[in-house]
């Protein structure tokens, strides 16, 4: 037997016959459609405008807007163009059934109906139309990949190139030092710190890319308690030498609340968070960490004294490989992409909550 509380789509028989209507409407019914009736073309318009049916079954002639000028104008509505439309038909005429298609109909029904043919064809074509809309989505799914993987090589080829040049310059002027026999002397020193953070530069552009990358991969993980100030406490062990060179205040909460994630993405999260509010917090940074409850999620928070952000800084704030400030601090433009794939993955959103020159709390919300 059918299962009547299956919803498999929402049809909408349009038709002037209550003969024809009441026939479609029991059968389409128990067999798990959701169906609506209106009996002249006008009135499916608006109806399709409203409902947004997955398919519609159109009678051909009817009083008033016959069927195909009724199809006409549902093709040429933005709102209800993408609608399947399958005629119903007595008709045997092969010019009205080229009309019917050349006016954008995707099948043809012949009255008297058969159930069995009425089911296939109205099945087949919500299958079709569903692979359609799957399609759509992937196809602009894969058009966004493309933009941030044009973004990420104009962003790679000027990121990697400097630090390697000086790399390459440096280790130069390096072997041609060495070749003497006296002691290495404080420019040469400084030298090699400069080779040093160059390497750890692209070092840490690498890996960055590495986690990105496989974090868009991940199609499932399983989520574990998190102890949060664990996790903290392994962030601030490898920010130390930024949180003394820049001498910030870091304030902590007593205890954290208990959520789900995954414990080495949420300490790239506050490695990111925390390391941005020292680079644009204020002088010195002061950070105060957080969290709060809210409707089955908690939010953990991270203030700083910073100068805020402008309504199209935060426009542009997630979008792959973008900087904010070019003029202030050095950046590959990955670590708030990465932070939104992480959440978006754990089930969680972020945000920022910013007023300028009053600083910025970004946050991000996990499952309880």
């Known amino acids: 037997m059918p299962d009547k509380k299956q919803n498999k ?3 909408l028989i349009v038709d002037d016959t209550p003969a024809n ?3 479609l409407y029991d059968f389409l019914t128990e067999n798990g459609f959701k169906v609506l009736v209106t009996q002249e073309g006008k009135r499916a318009i608006q109806k399709a405008q409203y409902a947004k049916p997955d398919l519609i079954l159109l009678d051909v002639m009817m009083p008033g807007i016959d069927g ?11 709102e209800t163009k993408d609608i399947p439309v399958i005629f119903m038909t007595a008709l045997a005429d092969t010019v ?3 009309k019917g298609f050349q006016l954008g109909a995707v099948d043809y029904i012949t009255k008297p109906f058969q159930h069995e043919e009425v ?9 079709s139309s569903s692979l359609k809309k799957q399609l759509e ?5 894969l058009e966004e990949r493309n933009m941030e993987l044009d973004a990420f090589a104009r962003t790679v080829a000027h990121d990697l190139k400097n630090p390697l040049n000086a790399v390459i310059g440096y280790t130069e002027m390096l072997a041609e030092e060495c ?3 006296t002691l290495p002397s404080e420019e040469t020193i400084e030298t090699l710190q400069d080779v040093v953070q160059a390497s750890h530069k692209m070092l840490n552009i690498i890996e960055a890319l590495l986690l990105l990358s496989g974090i868009t991969k991940q199609n499932s993980l399983e989520t574990q308690r998190l102890e949060m100030s664990d996790i903290i406490t392994q962030v601030m062990q490898r920010l130390s030498y930024m949180i003394k060179e820049s001498q910030a205040e870091v304030k902590l909460p007593e205890s954290w609340p208990k959520a789900l994630g995954y414990a080495p993405w949420i300490e790239e999260i506050w490695t990111n968070y925390i390391s941005n ?3 644009y917090g204020g002088k010195p940074p002061f950070l105060e960490l957080g969290a709060d409850e809210n409707k089955g999620m908690i939010r953990f928070w991270i203030q700083d004294n910073g100068p805020g952000l402008s309504k199209e800084a935060q426009a542009k704030l997630f979008t792959p490989f973008t900087r904010l400030h070019t003029d202030t601090a050095e950046g590959h433009g990955l670590g708030l992409s990465i932070v939104q794939q992480i959440v978006k993955k754990l089930g969680g959103k972020i945000g920022v909550e910013t007023t300028e020159g009053k600083g910025c709390r970004f946050y991000f919300t996990l499952p309880i």
């Open 9 to 11: 789509g929402m049809l």
């Open 21 to 23: 209507v009441s026939v």
């Open 68 to 78: 195909f000028e009724t199809c006409r104008i549902l093709k040429s509505d933005e």
């Open 96 to 98: 009205d059934k080229v």
């Open 119 to 127: 089911l296939a064809r109205v099945t087949a074509q919500l299958n």
């Open 137 to 141: 989505a992937r196809t602009a799914e």
């Open 179 to 181: 070749t003497t026999d």
């Open 277 to 279: 509010g020292i680079k």
